[in-house]
């Protein structure tokens, strides 16, 4: 049967693990990743203060060096400063032109010693030292200019080194930080990624094997196949679950007693009914019956559908799927059922002239016997009952393929393709039907096929008249 709370139950379970696995994965892949690349952007940072502190300690050096070239010059050689290097400049210049160079200027800017390319048409303003960077042969030099006062008189010393660390660190962070830093955050998010899905695989079936669950389904989920960390959640779960089931069965067992507790007063007024309705159609002379007779026809016909009502509601009660899982199945020949079936309807479609046959053929299936027969009384009694009279219904049974099947088709009024999925519901009659009806019939029959893992099909008749009902089974 269907409640409200069990669809609530279904929602609240899949709103509960649904999204789970890709919402925690994402977090974890941003919890594990953001910090490496927060690491790797603080060793480019490192590096950086390190190229600096380099940087720094080669001006010190360079500004060490242009007092003692000034003091290198000893004397004057026609017009030019004689120089005698001092050791440590010697030492600078021992690399060659391609890494070290001086100069040395007077105040007009013209070269008196040195590298012609490190003078500065515009020499330093004053006696502190000037820093730049220039580019010179494809390499990045670091030059300090400063004016000095010698024997020769007041010059401008250019010191400039080839090796400046400020370009070294450009390649050093590109290709010693920035490059493998990335790798490994590529690998890193590769590794992560396989990782936290091979972790949350347990968590990923936990959330199919909920979505695979029809809203019926309210068993206990399998905690030991949940990872420990969402055991909490799986026992919350089912105890929800217990809960909305003892509901159900509450419900269930309330609508059985009742329908059971009807059934024999029911069945005592139906008898007085039948017997006023038997006294009522004798002769004047031999009725008794005070009441009139059309009354006591009405009375007898809505005892027969309070009668009628009270079994399907305790046979909608005794078939619903979740109550069925438990019980085991047997061998049912299905054509043996059909033989039973058109005996016991047979008399109602004589009464209203109908040709009630059979199309069996030998076939058994596994299923609840007592329910396949409840299934196909309501399919014939609906067919016999909304069909035109004088019409023909036919019950068949067979196999398709490997597929075995139970078949009942009339050639009355039909059902328009829009309101054949409404039929199913309970409680629901096409608009316009004739004769007694409680729209339960169906839905009767729908949930014995789900018992049985099928549903009905609905489809046309014979030249797209009437209406063709279908249960297939499995074998």
């Known amino acids: 049967m269907q409640y409200f709370v069990p669809e609530a139950g279904r929602r609240l379970r899949a709103s509960t693990v649904l ?32 190229a600096g502190n380099a940087a720094l300690q080669q001006d010190h050096r360079l500004q060490a060096l242009v007092p003692l070239v000034a003091d290198s010059i000893v004397g004057d050689a026609g017009g030019r400063p004689l120089l005698m290097l001092a050791p440590p400049v010697q030492e600078f210049l021992k690399d060659g032109p391609s890494a070290a160079a001086y100069a040395v200027t007077d105040i007009d800017g013209n070269v008196l010693q040195g590298d012609a390319w490190l003078n500065d048409e515009l020499p330093p303003a004053d006696a502190e030292p000037q820093f730049h960077s220039e580019e010179h042969s494809g390499a990045t030099w670091r030059i300090v200019r400063q004016r000095q006062q010698t024997i020769f008189g007041e010059v401008v010393v250019a010191v400039g080194d080839g090796t400046d660390p400020r370009q070294q660190w ?10 493998p830093n990335l790798v490994l955050i590529a690998a890193a998010a590769f590794a992560v990624g396989w990782a936290v899905e091979r972790a949350l695989r347990p968590l990923r079936a936990l959330k199919e094997a909920v979505e695979r669950r029809s809203p019926r389904d309210l068993s206990a989920i399998d905690e030991s196949a949940s990872p420990e960390e969402v055991r909490p959640l799986v026992d919350s779960l089912n105890r929800l679950f217990g809960l909305v089931n003892a509901q159900a069965d509450g419900q269930r067992r309330f609508v059985a007693d009742a329908a059971h507790q009807l059934r024999t007063p029911l069945a005592g007024l139906q008898a007085q009914v039948e017997a006023w309705a038997q006294a009522a159609g004798a002769s004047p002379q031999e009725c008794t019956l005070a009441l009139p007779t059309e009354q006591v026809y009405k009375l007898r016909n809505a005892t027969r559908r309070t009668s009628q009502l009270a079994n ?35 008399d109602a479609a004589t009464a209203r002239g109908m040709d009630l046959g059979l199309d069996a053929e030998p076939v058994h299936v596994m299923g609840h016997d007592w329910l396949l027969r409840e299934l196909l009384a309501n399919l014939v009694d609906n067919a016999v009952k909304y069909s035109h009279e004088g019409g023909c219904v036919t019950i068949r049974c067979g196999q398709r393929g ?5 078949e009942v088709e009339d050639d009355g009024p039909g059902v328009s393709a829009a309101e054949r999925p409404r039929i199913l519901e309970r409680f629901y ?47």
């Open 402 to 406: 490997t597929e075995p099947f139970l």
């Open 170 to 179: 450009a390649r050093s962070i590109l290709f010693k930080v920035l490059l």
């Open 19 to 50: 999204g789970v696995t890709s919402g925690l994965q994402r977090r974890l892949l941003v919890m594990l990743i953001v910090p490496l690349v927060l690491l790797a952007a603080l060793n480019a940072w490192f590096e950086y203060r390190s």
């Open 429 to 475: 009659r096409v608009q316009g039907t004739q004769g007694e009806g409680n729209g339960l019939g169906l839905a009767i029959a729908e949930e014995i096929a789900r018992v049985h893992h099928s549903h009905l099909q609905l489809s046309s008749g014979a030249g797209g008249s009437g209406l063709k009902v279908t249960l297939p089974l499995p074998g």
């Open 312 to 346: 399907q509601l305790l046979a909608l009660s005794r078939a619903d799927a979740r109550g069925m899982h438990s019980q085991p199945q047997q061998r049912v020949d299905l054509k043996a059922l059909c033989e039973d079936t058109l005996e016991q309807q047979l």
